[in-house]
DNA sequence: CCGGAATGGATGAGTGCTCAACCAGTGTTG
DNA sequence: CAACACTGGTTGAGCACTCATCCATTCCGG
């Protein structure tokens, strides 16, 4: 007999309102689902980092300013796409403005705003790493899977995303 | 027309051997694993963390030392169990020490290895923190899934850990 | 049994993230 | 238009992770 919480827990007949435990089916999901993501982002990360000097986090703003008319972004809008703090994207802007990728420029129409600006660099460091980046996912994301099971993962995520999602 | 990387060099028409660029639907797939995946680790960690004082990485690691026999594990071999370097988990245990909630303890069999062991007031905060943990998945993943999905969800994390998986 | 390679793990510097505090500019209310 | 709250963003301290290096022990070939 192992020590295991939850085990222990059901033994000693949790009453109601107690925790709803994950059955072994909901574990076996449960588990694989978080070691696979956290493989596969690792993995991803580390090819990236390894192939460009780009980190994923880094990459993920340089994308978003390229996708946008002028290359540039409110500093809050673009810590909503990256799905990252405003503290922490502003260190990071910091760090890509020494690379000379990014800088900012104060907003026009608010002067408590900050714009981030892709520059020529950026632009280059990002045309580099972009393939790189995508044949790393499709070796270890796209290529291991059916399209049904594609199409499974994005449903998973799109759902996932109505609950979690921004708001 | 926005600067996208990936667009601007398909019609620059990189030829052969060029980067397998992702079509719009996998783009869509990829976007929602990403995004989801990414708020979903946060959500949990976060709720973990402000709930219990214990994140989501050393929670990972109380529990697996309290599924063992003995509740104590070779440092290597919790390093694997948790996806982790050897150098982190090291750092981690080290942590974990100080609060008390584990110890270390030379390995007879071996003189260069350590045991870590989960010490009772180890066993204790993990006992606490796990039904906080177990509702957030819960909440924010089961309870958001139909059956079916849950098993997409099983068949999708199983087919990329035999791709990633432990060697 | 001696010497070198390999293994298990620790350590320190550098970088990134979090959280709370802060500042400047803007909006709002009387 | 003065006072105050709010918003956008920055900053610094502290914690966590990475990478390279290092030390101790064990394994292995002669």
Redesign the interface.
Known sequence: M?????Q??RDAGAGGG?????DA??Q????????????????LDRELTHGTGISHAYYEIL?AL????G?MMRMSELADRC?SSRSRLSHAVSRLEERGWVRRQVCAEDGRGQLAVLTDEG?AA??AA??VH??S??R???D??TPR?????????????????PR
Chains 1, 2 share one sequence.
Do not use: C, I, K
Not at 2 to 6: E, F, K
Not at 18 to 22: E, I, T
Not at 28 to 43: G, H, I, M, V
Not at 66 to 69: D, F, G, I, K, N
């Open positions: 192992t020590s295991d919480v939850s222990s827990a107690g925790p709803r435990w994950l089916e909901e076996r999901a449960w588990r694989a689902w978080l070691y696979s993501n956290q493989l596969l982002a690792d993995r994308v390229s996708e946008t008319e290359r799905l632009f990002l045309e972009a393939p995508v044949e996912v499709r270890h994301l796209f291991q899977l099971q594609v199409e499974a993962m994005r449903d998973l995520g799109e759902t996932l995303l109505r609950h979690l999602g």
